[in-house]
């Protein structure tokens, strides 16, 4: 067991600080143009960028050019035109990619009968198209959403994949339930054994279908590229979710298909009320004497 510098104490209580503030208006291209100096270089620092996007989010007018930031589709540290040879580049990147699949797929489907099948079936069962689909939307060109969605999986540790990250968010959020709330912990290890692993659709699509709109969706999403106020955000992000069920789980006494239900029925929930939750968390988490694995996995 490790106990956490001051330093980790002092994010706590700006943490919950957070919670407890007003939102202010999120930041909008007035004020996202003056983080920049007249070559387009980064006049703020992208700590301070990070922390008012975790505490405020983005207007839609500036979310595209701040994702490109946030996701490392630019380098913080570029300048303008740098920043035009970029984007040229990934463009012609993403067409030079797009003629060599045209040219392999003949080949692909010669050699595997199943294979058109097969890629569609991979597509749907991981739930990235609809998790593409909130990136056509964002983004003006085919380039941007290819590359946008790439580095949101790097970005994100893949934790929306399967067999790479979701297995690894599903079993430390079983290590930081078990860590925080040992009663509601007994209660899944035993009538209710099985139920957090079923939850793992809430990883594959990011949370996706949780929410009341695409703004809330981006909202959450654009918090977990921002690092703020942890890494691995959304696995308390996930913890939050579970604990607006718990009193109904353990009144009910629910086995893991009861909680399943009921976690499915967390629909229409508002991006704001969720961080500002997830934040709560971090700062409890934060001044307790926490576990390796958990110190490691979120700091």
Request: glycine share 4%; charged share 25%.
């Amino acid at each position: 067991m490790t106990t956490l510098s001051p330093e980790n104490s002092l994010s706590a209580r700006w943490s919950a600080s957070f919670i407890l503030a007003k939102r202010k208006p999120p930041i909008d291209k007035t004020e996202w143009d003056g983080f920049f100096d007249e070559n387009g270089l980064l006049a703020k620092s992208r700590d301070l960028i990070c922390v008012n996007i975790l505490e405020r989010g983005l207007h839609p007018y500036v979310r595209t050019e701040a994702w490109k930031f946030l996701t490392g589709y630019y380098s913080w540290q570029s300048s303008q035109d740098e920043r035009l040879t970029v984007d040229s580049t990934r463009r012609k990147n993403y067409e030079a990619l797009c003629e060599m699949y045209k040219k392999i797929q003949p080949l692909l489907e010669n050699l595997h009968r199943n294979f058109m099948e097969t890629r569609n079936t991979i597509k749907y069962q991981q739930g990235f198209h609809e998790m593409v689909m909130l990136f056509q939307l964002m983004a003006e060109h085919d380039h941007e959403t290819f590359w946008l969605f790439q580095f949101f999986l790097q970005k994100t540790e893949h934790s929306c994949v399967i067999k790479i990250g979701v297995g690894k968010n599903l079993d430390m959020l079983n290590t930081l339930i078990n860590f925080l709330d040992p009663v509601f912990a007994e209660h899944l290890r035993g009538k209710g054994a099985g139920a957090v692993q079923s939850l793992f659709p809430w990883f594959c699509l990011c949370f996706q279908r949780a929410f009341k709109s695409f703004d809330d969706v981006w909202r959450l999403w654009e918090v977990l590229l921002t690092g703020k106020p942890c890494r691995n955000f959304q696995v308390l992000v996930a913890y939050s979710m579970l604990q607006m069920v718990r009193e109904q789980v353990l009144q009910e006494s629910m086995t893991s298909d009861g909680i399943l239900l009921a976690c499915n029925n967390l629909i229409d929930l508002d991006a704001d009320v969720l961080i500002s939750a997830a934040c709560l968390v971090y700062a409890e988490l934060i001044q307790k004497d926490v576990p390796q694995p958990l110190k490691d996995f979120f700091l």
